[in-house]
């Protein structure tokens, strides 16, 4: 069984900030891809910002330079730290990976997602 679990998600006015966690638990041989994903009004779920294979990191543009994503490998755990929020920033935030059980089997998993509300 494998399960994410994201938490630190709530209401904020313009301006202030959040830092979003989510943690993988279960039976994990590797995590090739750990990222935030977000569903705001009108809008199907994009990217906000991932880990990728290598090590690399991913920024969709609109949250560049405000959003900070950290991974800690040993905990399986990724962090969003968002800082400057806005209004549009508005979404359900969900946690996603691609997970491998055992080698050579993977499957992506997410979590139930955590909302955030940002006020002018």
């Known amino acids: 069984q494998v399960q994410l679990v994201e938490s630190g998600g709530g209401s904020v006015q313009a301006g202030g900030s959040l830092r979003l966690s989510c943690v993988a638990s279960?039976?994990?041989?590797?995590?090739?891809?750990m990222g935030w994903y977000r569903q705001t009004p009108g809008n199907q779920c994009e990217l906000v910002a991932a880990?990728?294979?290598?090590?690399?990191?991913q920024y969709a543009d609109f949250v560049k330079g405000r959003f900070t994503v950290t991974r800690d490998v040993a905990k399986n755990s990724l962090y969003l730290q968002m800082d400057s929020l806005k209004p549009e920033d508005t979404a359900v935030y969900y946690c996603?990976?691609?997970?491998?059980?055992?080698?050579?089997?993977?499957?992506?998993?997410w979590g139930q997602g955590t909302q955030v509300t940002v006020s002018s």
């Open positions: 996603g990976a691609n997970i491998e059980t055992e080698p050579l089997h993977e499957q992506d998993y």
């Open positions: 880990f990728i294979s290598g090590g690399g990191t």
């Open positions: 279960g039976t994990i041989f590797n995590i090739g891809f």
